[in-house]
C-alpha cells in the first residue's frame, strides 16, 4: 500500500503570537509517521526549555546559535551544526548561551509528544 505526501503549512504547526518564525510543532500522528517535531527559537540568553523527560529519545539539531544541554548529569554545550541525543527516561533541558539567536530542530521519537515537567534539581 502506498502513502501519499502530506504537507503542512506554517499555519499548521506554528505557535500562535510568536514572531520567531521557527516556533511549533507536529506530531508524527497527524501526518502517519512515528516522529514528533518540535522547533524551537529564542533570543533571549539563559531561556529555553525546563526540566523534564519524555518515555522515548529525543534528538536535538542545533541549527543556530550556541546552547548549554543538560541530559542527567551530563553538561554538553553545543553549537550550530552539532547534534545531540536525549535519551528516553533520562531528564534534560537546555537554554540558549548567546550571543543571538538560538534556533534548534527537536526530534521526539514518538508519534506523539509525552512531557513529564520536573522539579530542576539545579533550582532548589
Given at each position: 500500500?502506498?502513502?501519499?505526501?502530506?504537507?503542512?503549512?506554517?499555519?499548521?504547526?506554528?505557535?500562535?503570537?510568536?514572531?520567531?518564525?521557527?516556533?511549533?510543532?507536529?506530531?508524527?500522528?497527524?501526518?502517519?509517521?512515528?516522529?514528533?517535531?518540535?522547533?524551537?527559537?529564542?533570543?533571549?540568553?539563559?531561556?529555553?526549555?525546563?526540566?523534564?523527560?519524555?518515555?522515548?529519545?529525543?534528538?536535538?539539531?542545533?541549527?543556530?546559535?550556541?546552547?548549554?544541554?543538560?541530559?542527567?548529569?551530563?553538561?554538553?554545550?553545543?553549537?550550530?551544526?552539532d547534534v545531540v541525543?536525549?535519551?528516553?527516561?533520562?531528564?534534560?533541558?537546555?537554554?540558549?548561551?548567546?550571543?543571538?539567536?538560538?534556533?534548534?530542530?527537536?526530534?521526539?521519537?514518538?508519534?506523539?509528544?509525552?512531557?513529564?515537567?520536573?522539579?530542576?534539581?539545579?533550582?532548589?
Amino acid at each position: 500500500m502506498s502513502r501519499k505526501p502530506i504537507r503542512l503549512e506554517r499555519k499548521d504547526w506554528v505557535y500562535e503570537n510568536t514572531d520567531q518564525f521557527w516556533s511549533g510543532r507536529f506530531e508524527g500522528k497527524d501526518m502517519g509517521t512515528g516522529v514528533t517535531v518540535f522547533f524551537y527559537a529564542t533570543e533571549e540568553v539563559g531561556k529555553g526549555p525546563l526540566w523534564h523527560v519524555h518515555p522515548y529519545d529525543e534528538v536535538f539539531i542545533v541549527r543556530t546559535g550556541r546552547a548549554m544541554f543538560t541530559v542527567g548529569d551530563e553538561k554538553i554545550e553545543a553549537q550550530a551544526g552539532d547534534v545531540v541525543l536525549g535519551p528516553a527516561d533520562i531528564p534534560h533541558k537546555f537554554h540558549n548561551l548567546g550571543p543571538g539567536l538560538l534556533e534548534t530542530t527537536d526530534i521526539h521519537l514518538s508519534d506523539r509528544w509525552i512531557q513529564t515537567n520536573l522539579d530542576d534539581p539545579e533550582m532548589s
